[in-house]
């Protein structure tokens, strides 16, 4: 059963590039065909999707964040990351990794989350 | 950015039943399979209902879902203390081509 970690600093100074990890384990991130997430909440609020990642490498993005963010795939490491540019208190939240397989619509399994603080 | 609405909060005593609504949009809820999930305080969201009406494995038939148009709604029978969480329905949104995930506002449910 695929299970997924978030890792990466739990603090980024504004302007700065927030970096996060999230290994999967239990599976292989290559094989299948399955799209790996990134879904944030700030402190009290709602869900929100950021992007995704298909295992062929395609990405698409939420169009409010699209400029700033990057998904990758790191085949190597069963890794898959997100990086999202110029961060401001705004994008204060826990970070949760998702996925779900090809074909289908919901996210299960999801990481247990990380908590990233936008501040100086 | 929620574009799925749902009522802020619902309450009812233990062993009654809540229902959650989630009202949406021909190009979401209307064309697309809505999944629900359950969020218990300080944890990450579970997958309770997807496909508008099926449960995962190991989700107790007290929980079901039902979709009408472009509004979905989630049911609670038997409620339990447990079940005091935060609720989300989800589901794709095919007004852009690339495709938008998009969840509700989100529901707290609450034990008397």
């Known amino acids: 059963q695929v299970q997924l970690q978030e890792s990466g600093p739990g603090l980024v100074k504004p302007s700065q590039t927030l970096s996060l990890t999230c290994t999967v384990s239990?599976?292989?991130?290559?094989?299948?065909?399955?799209?790996w997430s990134w879904i944030r909440q700030p402190a009290g609020k709602g869900l929100e999707w950021i992007g995704r990642?298909?295992?062929?490498?395609?990405?698409n993005y939420n169009p409010s964040l699209k400029s700033r963010v990057t998904i990758s795939v790191d085949t190597s490491k069963n890794q898959f990351s997100l990086k999202l540019s110029s961060v401001t208190a705004a994008d204060t939240a826990v970070y949760y990794c998702?996925?779900?397989?090809?074909?289908?619509?919901?996210?299960?399994?999801w990481g247990q989350g990380t908590l990233v603080t936008v501040s100086s | 950015q929620s574009v799925l609405t749902q009522p802020p909060s619902v309450s009812a005593a233990p062993g009654q039943k809540v229902t959650i609504s989630c009202s949406g949009s021909?190009?979401?809820?209307?064309?697309?399979?809505v999944s629900w999930y359950q969020q218990l305080p300080g944890t990450a969201p579970k997958l309770l209902i997807y496909?508008?009406?099926k449960r995962p494995s190991g989700i107790p038939d007290r929980f079901s879902g039902s979709k009408s148009g472009t509004s979905a709604t989630l049911g609670i029978t038997g409620l339990q203390t447990g079940d005091e969480a935060d609720y989300y329905c989800?589901?794709?949104?095919?007004?852009?081509?690339?495709?938008?995930?998009?969840f509700g506002t989100g529901t707290k449910v609450t034990v008397l």
């Open positions: 989800g589901t794709w949104d095919s007004s852009l081509s690339a495709g938008l995930y998009v």
């Open positions: 990642i298909y295992t062929s490498g395609s990405t």
């Open positions: 496909e508008n009406n």
């Open positions: 021909s190009s979401n809820i209307g064309n697309n399979y």
């Open positions: 998702a996925s779900y397989g090809s074909g289908r619509s919901w996210f299960d399994p």
């Open positions: 239990g599976g292989s991130i290559s094989s299948g065909s399955y799209y």
